[in-house]
């Protein structure tokens, strides 16, 4: 057992389609026009490049759903051939692929649970998905393969929190990742009001600790992303939000998952020199910049203002303030910290 990383991540990312099976409520490209699938050779040349120009060791695919993808085998098969180790993400709806898949060297899978039963299905706005997740869930516990879990805090997941947990320690995923719904100032959902399956943080956060709570005799590690440390108290360990992000092993590489060229990685080092940004490296001192843009426009209420946590706090989206309003804010006190993994160092890995 080690303490977390401080390394900067070598996983990227690789959209493969735009297309998907689902319709799922909080999707970040529902708004989208243009919906297609990638080209296979584009994707080798993508992650040829990943792993000559910016030494990458693992990648995510991704969409939309990439299993729909017609040559998603195939790109599984060359990600293997190039040396980068494949994690696929994926709203579980295609059992049928997912032998050949770990036949062609998959690495990883990266499942979407978002409510008990009916509730998933909601969401995913499919009949019948929970019922397909547990069939990949049945057949990854037979082939005795390691998986990890999304669930997004909506008002679904977290009314089905106690029933979440109890599923999780029966099928024993890796690794749960607890994602409040994140309408950061660059997506689509940033003017977005009235959002019937968005609930407040401290919902959120009631959830995510019950589900601590019940997942901590176990072997299964918790991730909970986007939500402000001051509800998490005596939880901060388990929080990684954009400033934690570029540490995490599981997250993705900003400098390639952006194809940011060697002139611009330069540009933006001398600029989070110049905005003395936390970090032991130029390369870390780059890192939190990057993150830094990421938040820019979030805003401070009267409590961030003195809280000893708001230089490593994503602190609050607009959207959010805009829905439920600035107040159920608690400040930490004492020194300022400025080291966004003082509390990600005391996890044991």
């Excluded at 990227?12 to 909080?26: G, I, P, Q, R």
């Excluded at 869930?137 to 005795?144: A, D, E, G, T």
Aim: a positive charge.
């Amino acid at each position: 057992m080690n303490e977390q990383s401080i390394e900067i991540t070598k996983r990227s990312v690789l959209y493969v389609t735009k297309l998907c099976n689902a319709n799922c409520k909080f999707c970040y490209f529902r708004f989208e026009g243009v919906q297609k699938h990638s080209p296979f050779n584009e994707l080798k040349n993508t992650l040829i490049n990943y792993k000559t120009k910016y030494g990458i060791k693992f990648v995510d695919i991704t969409g939309g759903e990439p299993t729909i993808h017609p040559q998603i085998k195939d790109i599984i098969k060359v990600s293997c051939i190039i040396g980068i180790k494949p994690t696929v993400i994926t709203n579980a709806q295609r059992p049928d692929i997912i032998q050949g898949m770990i036949n062609n060297g998959l690495d990883d899978l990266l499942i979407s649970v978002h409510g008990f039963e009916n509730n998933h299905d909601k969401v995913l706005g499919v009949k019948g998905a929970f019922d397909k997740v547990i069939e990949i869930f049945h057949l990854l516990n037979s082939n005795s393969f390691d998986f990890r879990i999304n669930t997004v805090l909506t008002k679904y997941s977290c009314k089905d929190s106690e029933l979440l947990a109890n599923l999780f320690i029966k099928y024993k995923p890796r690794i749960v990742n607890l994602i409040s719904f994140n309408p950061y100032e660059d997506s689509l959902w940033r003017d977005k009001a009235n959002l019937d399956f968005q609930v407040d943080y401290s919902v959120q956060s009631d959830a995510a600790k019950k589900i601590i709570n019940m997942l901590d005799e176990t072997n299964i590690r918790v991730n909970v992303r986007y939500v402000p440390f001051c509800f998490m108290k005596g939880y901060e360990k388990y929080v990684c939000n954009f400033l934690q992000l570029p540490y995490d092993q599981y997250e993705w590489d900003y400098a390639s998952s952006n194809n940011l060229t060697d002139s611009e990685i330069e540009k933006l080092t001398q600029e989070a020199i110049k905005f003395k940004r936390f970090g032991n490296t130029d390369k870390e001192k780059f890192y939190q910049h990057m993150m830094h843009n990421i938040i820019k426009d979030n805003k401070k209420v009267q409590e961030c203002i003195h809280c000893s946590l708001n230089k490593i706090c994503d602190l609050i989206y607009t959207q959010y303030i805009n829905e439920f309003g600035n107040y159920g804010y608690n400040r930490f006190e004492g020194k300022k910290l400025e080291d966004p993994m003082h509390f990600k160092k005391q996890v044991k890995i």
